[in-house]
């Protein structure tokens, strides 16, 4: 079976780029983690994830060396990587990649966090990152477009695209949540809807990041209209496996690449 992805207009109308999220579909793996999980962090087998990558990259008639992925840390971290190899973290613990070097997969794995993608097509640059609440609170996506202008892009041009998250009917948070991103500016209230529980409420991840994304002077934001948490068959979920007790979950892989 060949994995099935997700693409958006807003990155497939550049020239010379490629794109997809993918779903839980078109992989090996079984259980828990079937099929397409793509984390080498996960506790699946290592055979099934190696194949399950193979795959991902032979859809963009690359070796599977070519797809880079990060040990994910929830943080604001950026690696950069350049004709010399990886700057900003040499051990690839970080949250986001950008790059000006064609032939590399950039990869960001989730289940449940959003996968935000990024291009500019004039300047020939792209990124990729993990933006949970955490991470989209603390400025991941602010320091990727930093690291991408560091390389000559310009915000005026770059194009983004949020992938399949969890979504706002799916998402209750605690009475300690909703202070923190008010803190950052009042009008994030407008993502934050009340909760069947007192003291509780939703949060609107996606339209958080689109709403940041716009702030720092990006103009083509799109999103992908998936719920991570609700469509069991399509995507991994980390609050779906917590709430049953479970004992692992199988990540997503969302790529971008800028072809030679």
Known sequence: MIPPMISVSALNEAPNVRHGFFTREGGVSTGLFASLNCSPTSGDDPAHIAENRARV?????????????????????????????????????????VTA??????????????????VDPKAGIIGAAHA????????????TLAAMTALGADTDRIAAAIGPCIAVRSYEVGPEFMPLFLEENAENSAFFAPSPREGHHLFDLPGYIARRLARLGLSAVARTPCDTYREESRFFSFRRATQRGEAAYGRALSVILLER
Do not use: Y
Request: with cysteine; hydrophobic share 45%; proline share 7%.
């Open 132 to 143: 949970g609440w955490r991470g989209a609170l603390g400025g991941v996506l602010d320091n």
């Open 57 to 97: 990259a032979g859809l963009f008639d690359l070796k599977p060396s070519a797809l880079i992925t990060l040990s994910q840390q929830h943080g604001t971290q950026v690696v950069t990587i350049g004709p010399e190899g990886v700057s900003g973290a040499p051990d690839l613990k970080a949250d986001a990649l």
């Open 101 to 118: 070097q064609p032939g590399l997969l950039l990869g960001i794995l989730t289940a449940d966090c959003a996968p935000v993608l990024f």
